[in-house]
């Protein structure tokens, strides 16, 4: 096909063959060999010129489309064979429970990338997505930044967090939010993650109370540590199973938590691609 095309638009052997860099008997024979096949000339040959028939012309517009997704077809194969291999490193706030299905969903498809997790709170990966230590970012927004694309994908609903000896958690069942009016609370500072903080303290003031805060810390984990030591009760939308922590059910609030995942405007890696493909299809985003 390629030599064809090159005829075509050279319509002269002699710089045709030369542009392909072959002699020009086997341009003459492979030219003779594709009107064999289509069953119709191509082209209109006299000592002097070579012209396109009415035929030749049509065929090449189709010949064009054809070198076209053959070229795709090589790029698809290229960078499929480039998503294969390499490093993806993603950041989630929380414990990770809600990335590991499509963790476990790419691992199965792209066992040779090289995968990395790590726990981090949204203002720290926003940063490290600024500073491309990390190319997915799974977060609590709002986000303002231009160099990243930010996109919800998950709406949470919020649930008490509770000693296990507490007495709302020992009674069962879901509980109000009003309940823990009087209650001291442990949760991750604003500075950490200000979305996740803003929906804390709008939910309990909508119940007509502004929260105790006693205890702040920097990672969920430790929240529920203390949690679990009877130091306070907190807010989230996490369901992790600890020893000594109880989770319940709020009957009497809408708020939910966004959860978004966040990247680089410009990232062209193909690994990075195969992941957010995969990551859109699964969220249905």
């Known amino acids: 096909?390629?030599?064809?095309?090159?005829?075509?638009?050279?319509?002269n052997f002699s710089r045709a063959s030369e542009r392909l860099h072959i002699a020009q008997p086997p341009l003459s024979r492979q030219?003779?060999?594709?009107?064999?096949e289509v069953g119709v000339l191509l082209f209109h040959r006299t000592n002097r010129r070579v012209e396109l028939t009415n035929a030749g012309k049509a065929f090449l517009e189709k010949a064009y489309q054809m070198l076209d997704l053959v070229e795709d077809a090589f790029d698809t194969a290229r960078m499929t064979a480039r998503a294969e291999h390499g490093k993806l490193v993603i950041a989630f706030t929380g414990t990770g429970e809600n990335i590991l299905p499509i963790v476990q969903?790419?691992?199965?498809?792209y066992p040779s990338v090289n995968l990395n997790l790590q726990q981090?709170?949204?203002t720290a990966q926003i940063h490290a997505l600024h500073g491309?230590?990390?190319?997915?970012?799974l977060l609590t927004p709002p986000v303002n930044s231009e160099q990243l694309i930010v996109k919800n994908y998950k709406h949470l609903p919020l649930k008490a967090m509770l000693p296990e000896k507490h007495p709302l958690a020992m009674k069962g069942?879901?509980?109000?939010?009003?309940?823990?009016?009087?209650?001291?609370?442990?949760?991750?500072?604003?500075?950490?993650?200000p979305g996740f903080y803003d929906v804390i303290t709008k939910t309990c003031l909508q119940a007509g109370f502004?929260?105790?805060i006693t205890v702040e810390t920097h990672d969920l984990q430790t929240v529920m540590s203390l949690v679990s030591l009877g130091m306070g009760v907190s807010l989230t939308a996490g369901n992790t199973q600890t020893t000594g922590v109880v989770f319940r059910e709020l009957v009497d609030t809408t708020v939910t938590l966004d959860?978004?995942?966040?990247?680089?405007?410009?990232?062209?890696?193909?690994?990075?691609?195969?992941?957010?493909d995969m990551f859109f299809d699964y969220y249905s985003i």
Do not use: C, W
Request: no cysteine.
């Open 1 to 11: 096909m390629r030599y064809f095309v090159a005829l075509a638009e050279e319509l």
């Open 120 to 122: 981090m709170g949204t």
């Open 259 to 276: 959860v978004a995942v966040a990247y680089r405007r410009d990232e062209k890696s193909e690994v990075f691609h195969s992941f957010l």
């Open 105 to 109: 969903k790419y691992r199965a498809k």
């Open 210 to 212: 502004s929260p105790n």
């Open 132 to 137: 491309k230590q990390i190319d997915v970012g």
């Open 31 to 36: 030219i003779q060999q594709l009107e064999g």
């Open 173 to 193: 069942g879901p509980i109000s939010i009003a309940d823990l009016a009087d209650e001291s609370f442990v949760i991750t500072p604003r500075v950490i993650g």
